[in-house]
């Protein structure tokens, strides 16, 4: 079995948390500069700091239209790739034999539940259907957090490569 999906960042939900965030440090600003603060040190620092969160904020935003995963399962494989600036990065390459659980965060089997920390590969904050892959890395378990496409859930439930028990009505 071969199936592969590259996942991008929509860039409408990014267009507009840039607009917001500009919004509201302009109405901060605004109201700093209205305030007995505005000729005082205080206010100052207010608006030097309000620029940075600023543009630390949109920078983050915008870089972050440029990155992408790819989603593949070849022949026994579950492979995520980072991609960014046209290079392409292996983050994971997990055999589907170890696979014990993918599926929603509210569907997760209670003796996995106690793992806490996760790797997340996601691209869409708001919007977007996020599935959870606890698999087993030596004598321990991990979980990830990533957002392949309903199609390719399929594709693996179909193909029962996987030991655990999934089904569609996630």
């Known amino acids: 079995m ?45 608006n030097g700091a309000l620029i940075i969160i600023t543009t630390v904020l949109v920078v983050r935003e915008i870089r972050s239209c440029f990155v992408s995963y790819k989603y593949a399962v070849i022949a026994d494989k579950l492979i995520i790739n980072l991609i960014s ?37 996601l691209c869409n904050r708001v919007g977007a ?7 087993k890395n030596g004598n321990k378990f991990e979980k990830i957090k990533f957002q392949p496409s309903d199609k390719f859930i399929d594709k693996i439930i179909r193909h029962g490569k996987l030991q655990c028990k999934l089904n569609r009505s996630i």
């Open 2 to 46: 071969m199936h592969r999906e590259i996942v991008a960042k929509k860039r409408v939900p990014v267009i507009t948390m840039i607009l917001f965030s500009i919004t509201a440090i302009l109405y901060l600003a605004e109201a700093v500069e209205r305030s007995k603060y505005n000729q005082h040190i205080i206010g100052h620092i207010f």
């Open 129 to 135: 259907r996020s599935y959870y892959c606890i698999y």
């Open 85 to 121: 600036n046209k290079e392409e990065k292996n983050l994971e390459s997990i055999r589907m034999s170890d696979v014990v659980y993918i599926g929603p965060k509210s569907n997760i089997p209670s003796e996995y539940k106690f793992i806490h920390r996760y790797k997340k590969y």
